[in-house]
Every structure is written in C-alpha cells, then in structure tokens.
C-alpha cells in the first residue's frame, strides 16, 4: 500500500477511534439470546452496551413467540431458567404448586428483560443499525452505524439473528442448506417426501390456462439430499385474542384475493373429503396464553407460513430486508382476513375467524403487529467448530460444554411446487426428535484468522440439521449467558476469546445455574441459586 494511503487510512482510524464511545463490551442485537449476554456480562463487573437496530428487545420471546419451545424442560438453567422464574413470579403460579411460567405475554416478557437489563446496569441503545466495521488484523476496532455514533470495545458480540456484524468484520459463514454428504448428514440438503405440513389431499397447483397459482414457486422439488442456499419459512408470531375488544384484523395493501386461491382449493378438497368445514384450528396452531390471549404458528399444509418469502433475507440490505418484512406482514394479514371474509370460504369457517383480532394492549406502537419477524434462521457462522447432525443425535457430550438442547430437529417448509402429476406439494419440513445434547463453547468462536474478540451465540456454527434444533430461544439465551461470562473472562485476561479457560468457564457457568449434564433432578437445584441469588440484591 502506497504510505499517502496507509497514512489516510491511519489519520482516519485514529479519528474514528477518537470519537468512539468505550466499552468493555458491545453487544449488537436486542434478542433474547443477546439480552441475556449482555446481563450475564454486566454481572460479571463489565461495562456492556446493548445496540438494538430496532426500538425494543426480546427478538421472538417478546416478539409473539409466547408458546416456548423448550423440549425437555429440564435442560434448561442458569440465566434463561432465571427469566422463565420471573415470569413465574409474575403469574404467581406459585398458586399452582409452580415456580415457573413456560407460556407468557410478549408485553410481560419485554418487561422482564428490562428488568433484567436494568438490575445489572446495561446501556441499552435503540435504533442503532450497523453501517460498518473496522479493524486492525483480526481484531474489531470499532463498529459504527448509519447514525453516525462509534462504539470500541476489547470485545464485541454479535447476537443478531442475521450474523450482520459477524459478516461485516470478515468471519465466514453460509446459509442455506448443506448436502448430505458434506458432514454425512442423513437429514441435510433437500428433503424427500415428508408427512407433516404437507398436503394431505390432492390440490391441482395451475389454474384453467396452466399457469402456476400464487404461493407456488416454478421447478421441482430438486434431488434429495442435495445443497442448496434456500432458508425455511419465516411468518410473524400473532398474539390474538377473542375478548370483545379486540382489533379486527384489517384489509393488507395490495390485498387480492387470488392469491389465495391455492387455499381456497385445499379447504373444499379437505371440506369433500372430510365430510365437515375444516376447523380453523387445522389451518394455524393455536395455542392460549394467559389472559385470553394466544401465539399463532404454522400448521398445515397452507398457513402462516410464507414460504418462498424468505430466501433472499440473509444476504439483504437493510432497505431489502424492510421490504421483506413487509411482504410477510401483507402475506399473513391477507391470509387471515381472506379466511374472515371471502365467499369461498365456508360460512363457519369465516364466523370462526372473525371471532379473533389482535390484542389491543400489544404491541401498542406498531398498530398491535409483532414487532419481530420470526427469522427461523439466516446466516450460520463458519467456524472453530460446526455442529452437525451427529452432535444431536450421537456425539452428545462435550469437552467444553456451556449447556444443553434437546428440543426435535425442527425445520419448516423451505419450498411449495407442482409435483409430476401437477398437483401443490411442500418440500423442506424435518421434525426428528434428538437427545439431550451438551452444547460446546467452539460453537460461538469464529475462525482465529477470521477475528480474535467477537463471539456470535446466536448465528452460531452449526450446519442447517443442527441449527434447527439448538435455534430455540432457550437455548439462544443459554449459549448468551456463556457468552457474556467468556467475554469478561477475555477481558480480564486480555485474551483472545478462542483461547479463554473453558474449564473454568464451565464451572463458572454451573456456579450460576446453568445446566451442562442430563440429570432432570439438576433445574431444581438451578432454581436455588437463582432464588438466592435474587433475594441477596
């Protein structure tokens, strides 16, 4: 590099550094998983800033996601067991012989991560969307955002669900999904026939003149078992509610009803088949949260679920991501007010329907809409060590655990097609139940080369089979906690966070709560040292 050159670029780090806001850690992104790093760091004694691109934080668990998805409950502890105690206390379902509340409402759980952050005496920072990265060999320097402000710190988090910083500052990553045999892999790549969300009658996919219906994509379903870089379903987590008082689910922009027609056919296929109006229950999960409220998911062979609608997120700019974001919102609300008020839906099933609006007191700024899409899964750090199939299924223990997963290998419809016959099919589901599994530390460390201070517990390394089951929000939580005492173990010591004592980080984490074996009798004990680590504040 010519020294005119290397001395601008040296003027201007040297000027970006001196206006750098300094930490002892930065942690990028609001979700759950990243609340709870930046707790567990503060409790550790370190200055943490928290940067949230949006205006709130929770991700999924304060963003619809109220129905948790824990698997074997008992696997869960420290930090994250903590949350799911305080909304315990919330509910007082000690009145029920409980300590803990697995269901909750996403205002309730916001709460409770302010609570949290602000106990242990966190900077929270809104609106702070990532513009760039600096760094100096495989150290960060600095990360700015759009807005201007700077941010330095000996150690940086990225706990985003896009791996947005991690990409940034160099460190490998994919997305998509593996072949079978890049990590011999029984479950990767495309997926063969498959008997759940899928069509269980026949449901032509073209219209009079053989054109392909809406929410049918061209081409087939592609060889089993092969890679490709296509991502499973997002769709917003919807809290309704049938109280009187609810807000009724208005008319999208852009609304057209044909674009449901491919639904439309699978309700009178399954109407004539059937015998009876399909239950409105058989076309979204539903499932009751407290106080007459509920989280809607996926269910079926056409729901919620917008699939195709996601493929191009992970490596979208933040402008394209918006659109994204958007188009789910239009697809989901179009959806259901298709179900409440089109002719070609059978009269019950529309006055089911429109029994239900959304909550008025969620979601309060944002026209009682989730806040968060549910990113199921985007970018995936490549790095010191990916988890793999086998890591759930037989290779369970650990030589640097930091806790345990065990909810099913879980992934959603990737595609919709016509299949030979020209009838609609759904491609990409995998629900495989696991073993309790330890999760290793090396799951969140990129490559040395790649850079010495960040961790990543959320868009961790992990191929497309392991990351649908480890990507559940208890476990994002589980994976933050570690990741917030590994980075204060790395500042003190001023090491790299690939080098840090995972011994030491095991014990400590196991001091707090936390759970690294499968022994269900351990979350009781987990419990008392939340207890009294709480009434000792």
């Not at 985003?160 to 998509?176: F, I, K, N, R, S």
């Not at 490549?382 to 992934?411: C, E, F, H, W």
């Not at 016959?421 to 090396?442: F, H, K, S, T, W």
Request: hydrophobic fraction near 40%.
């Amino acid at each position: 590099m010519p020294y005119l050159l290397r001395a601008a670029c040296l003027i201007f780090l040297l000027a970006a550094t001196a206006f750098a806001q300094f930490y002892d850690l930065v942690v990028y992104g609001g979700t759950a998983g990243g609340v709870i790093t930046a707790v567990a760091a503060a409790r550790e004694g370190l200055h943490v800033a928290l940067l949230e691109p949006g205006r709130h934080v929770g991700g999924m668990v304060s963003g619809g996601l109220g129905f948790t998805d824990y698997g074997r409950k008992e696997v869960i502890g420290g930090y994250a067991l903590e949350f799911y105690w305080r909304l315990g206390r919330y509910y007082n379902m000690s009145r029920y012989g409980q300590d803990l509340a697995w269901l909750h409402e996403p205002h309730v759980a916001e709460g409770i991560f302010h609570d949290m952050l602000s106990e242990a005496g966190v900077t929270v920072l809104y609106e702070q969307q990532l513009h760039s990265v600096a760094k100096n060999a495989a150290r960060i320097t600095s990360i700015t955002m759009e807005n201007g402000a700077v941010y330095s710190a000996p150690v940086f988090v990225d706990s985003t669900y896009e791996g947005d910083l991690m990409a940034q500052a160099g460190v490998h990553y994919t997305w998509g999904r593996e072949s079978a045999s890049q990590y011999g892999e029984s479950l990767a790549g495309v997926r063969g026939v498959t008997p759940f969300h899928q069509f269980t009658v026949d449901v032509p996919a073209f219209d009079a003149a053989h054109r392909l219906l809406p929410e049918v994509s061209p081409g087939d379903a592609g060889q089993t078992g092969s890679a490709d870089h296509l991502v499973q379903a997002y769709n917003f987590r919807l809290c309704l509610c049938d109280s009187a008082d609810h807000v009724p689910i208005e008319m999208p922009a852009g609304y057209q009803a044909p674009r449901y027609e491919l639904l439309a056919r699978l309700i009178a296929a399954r109407q004539a088949k059937e015998g009876a109006v399909p239950a409105l229950g058989t076309l979204m999960k539903i499932d009751r949260l407290p106080n007459g409220k509920t989280d809607i998911n996926n269910n079926g062979a056409f729901s919620t679920d917008f699939i195709g609608g996601s493929w191009d997120y992970p490596e979208a700019a933040p402008a394209q991501r918006r659109q994204i974001w958007q188009a789910h919102q239009n697809y989901q609300q179009g959806l259901l007010y298709f179900l409440a008020h089109d002719a070609r839906v059978p009269a019950a099933l529309r006055d089911e329907m429109n029994r239900w609006g959304l909550c008025r007191d969620e979601f309060t700024d944002n026209g009682h809409w989730p806040y968060q899409l549910y990113i199921r899964e985007a970018r995936r750090m490549l790095g010191v060590y990916v988890a793999r199939q086998a890591d759930l299924q037989t290779a369970l223990a650990k030589p640097d655990p930091i806790g345990m997963g065990s909810y099913n290998s879980d992934s959603h419809n990737v595609r919709r097609y016509a299949d030979v016959l020209g009838l609609a099919r759904n491609e990409g589901d995998m629900q495989v139940p696991v073993q309790p599994y330890q999760i290793p530390y090396r799951v969140m460390l990129p490559q040395g080369a790649d850079a010495v201070n960040l961790l990543v517990p959320v868009a961790f390394s992990a191929s497309h089979v392991a990351y649908s089951s480890m990507r559940m929000e208890p476990q994002y939580m589980i994976i933050g906690q570690a990741a917030g005492v590994a980075a204060a173990m790395a500042v003190r010591k001023k090491l790299a966070v690939q080098d840090i004592d995972t011994a030491a980080l095991s014990t400590q984490l196991e001091s707090q709560g936390a759970i690294l074996r499968y022994e269900p009798s351990r979350q009781q004990a987990a419990l008392q040292v939340i207890k009294k680590r709480t009434s000792s504040r």
